[in-house]
């Protein structure tokens, strides 16, 4: 791996991993699979969709659907601009009657990647405009949302058409309207993350990784160790 590579991967995993260190050591361990698939309709548009199933915390029951489906415009091939809807559903089984509690979001984002060698870097900004239905009320929020991800290509080959990849990559929530009505904090939550993973011929890819998610609920710190499988389509 040459040098230079080498330098801007241990940047990497010492940011996460110092990340990570400042946690708090309170956690609830849950498990996600998360199902992700992008198509061309045309030579620059094409449309995506994701499923994302997760676990209670310990793993006691289901928690939580998320279905985002969402249109992309290919500005370049490094660059592209979207939008689209999320339905993310909320069960609460350790309430009497079960607790049932949807959120509609509307967003809008933008990507560019980068690549520099056997390093990819993908940065990802999305606003989303959240409808929330609670128990008593409904509320209305905006969220800015912020990731950067770093895939290092291990034994794949010069296209990256087949082979094995670590993928490094963090994501910042920031609460930028009405945030009174969440948790009174400008920071909503940090997701460091780190997976292995392997693509198959025609950017078909599996991933197995570990997320920390650290959330601000009312006045504590919530931390959610988070094991994630993943499968990803691209054609």
């Not at 940047?11 to 198509?39: N, P």
């Not at 793993?59 to 601009?81: H, M």
């Not at 094995?164 to 609460?175: G, P």
Request: charged share 25%; glycine share 4%.
């Amino acid at each position: 791996m040459p040098t230079r590579i080498r330098k801007e991967l241990l940047v990497i995993l010492f940011a996460f991993f110092s990340a990570k260190c400042l946690m708090a050591q309170t956690s609830e361990k849950a498990g996600w699979i998360f199902l992700s698939h992008s198509q061309k309709l045309t030579k620059n548009w094409s449309y995506m969709m994701d499923v994302q199933l997760r676990s209670s915390p310990e793993f006691k029951f289901f928690q939580n659907i998320l279905l985002r489906p969402g249109l992309l415009y290919n500005i370049t091939d490094k660059q592209s601009a979207g939008i689209g809807y999320t339905y993310f559903a909320t069960w609460d089984y350790n309430e009497s009657p079960r607790a049932f509690e949807p959120e509609n979001r509307i967003f809008e984002q933008y990507i560019v990647e980068l690549e520099f060698g056997r390093l990819m870097l993908n940065n990802r900004f999305r606003l989303e405009q959240r409808f929330i239905q609670k128990k008593d009320e409904s509320v209305f929020t905006q969220r800015f949302r912020h990731q950067l991800q770093a895939k290092i290509r291990l034994n794949a080959d010069i296209a990256f058409t087949k082979g094995w990849y670590l993928n490094l990559q963090n994501e910042l929530f920031l609460n930028i309207q009405h945030k009174e009505k969440l948790n009174n904090s400008l920071v909503d939550q940090n997701r460091p993350y780190a997976g292995i993973g392997y693509r198959f011929p025609k950017k078909i890819e599996t991933e197995l990784g570990y997320y920390h998610r650290r959330q601000l609920k009312k006045d504590s710190w919530k931390n959610d160790p988070v094991i994630q499988f993943m499968l990803i389509s691209n054609l």
